[in-house]
T-cell receptor, first 113, second 118 residues
């Protein structure tokens, strides 16, 4: 079974600054995917970034990047140049080839003007 | 990107009635669909997983006779809340994944359905 933990229930960041959201996971699978999803007030789940566990290179998507530490089972999300529109709930998730998506409890991010 | 359409967006019903929620993958074949329930300020709680043409697999504690899931085609799954009661009021979200270039092991979400049972 997979488990995902997010130890920061709430975070805040000043506009244009950088913030890092933490995530740790546990899995018995040797190959898996890790994700960060964003849920704004509209409640639509939006994929932010995805990392394949077999790739050592950290994934990046514009202002979003991850720090994937496979041995430590850590998968943090860094948001650079934070914008007001980044304010949302962020969920870390782990998956084994589309059959076993598991979400963490979420981190609520506030962006201060 | 792949699109998942979920309807209705919100529904209000009387206690004891049944409500059907539809989840459609519009531009890909959804081999697997998931149904989640989300309470305010909480994470998504997986209710069941359904593969096209097979019976849904329910998570522990989820009543399969109350939450009927049908995944009859590769583009449509439905969740029927039977004999709804106020405690069933919640936000329900579907998601879908498939195989191939479009989905590439990603999970795509519907926009959710807010159910309020009076």
């Amino acid at each position: 079974a997979q488990t995902v933990t997010q130890s920061q229930p709430e975070m805040s960041v000043q506009e244009a600054e950088t913030v890092t959201l933490s995530c740790t996971y546990d899995t018995s699978e040797s190959d898996y995917y890790l994700f960060w999803y964003k849920q704004p007030p509209s409640r639509q789940m939006i994929l932010v970034i995805r990392q394949e566990a077999y790739k050592q290179q950290n994934a990046t998507e514009n202002r979003f990047s991850v720090n994937f530490q496979k041995a430590a089972k850590s998968f943090s999300l860094k948001i650079s140049d934070s914008q007001l529109g980044d304010a949302a709930m962020y969920f870390c998730a782990a998956d084994n080839y589309g059959q076993n998506f598991v979400f963490g409890p979420g981190t609520r991010l506030s962006v201060l003007p | 990107g792949a699109v998942v359409s979920q309807h209705p967006s919100w529904v209000i019903c009387k206690s004891g009635t049944s409500v059907k929620i539809e989840c459609r993958s519009l531009d890909f074949q959804a081999t697997t669909m998931f149904w989640y329930r989300q309470f305010p300020k909480q994470s998504l709680m997986l209710m069941a997983t359904s593969n096209e043409g097979s019976k849904a697999t329910y998570e522990q504690g989820v009543e399969k006779d109350k939450f009927l899931i049908n995944h009859a085609s590769l583009t449509l799954s439905t969740l029927t809340v039977t004999s709804a009661h106020p405690e069933d009021s919640s936000f329900y979200i579907c998601s879908a994944t498939g195989q191939g270039r479009v989905t590439n092991e990603k999970l795509f979400f519907g926009s959710g359905t807010q159910l309020s049972v009076l």
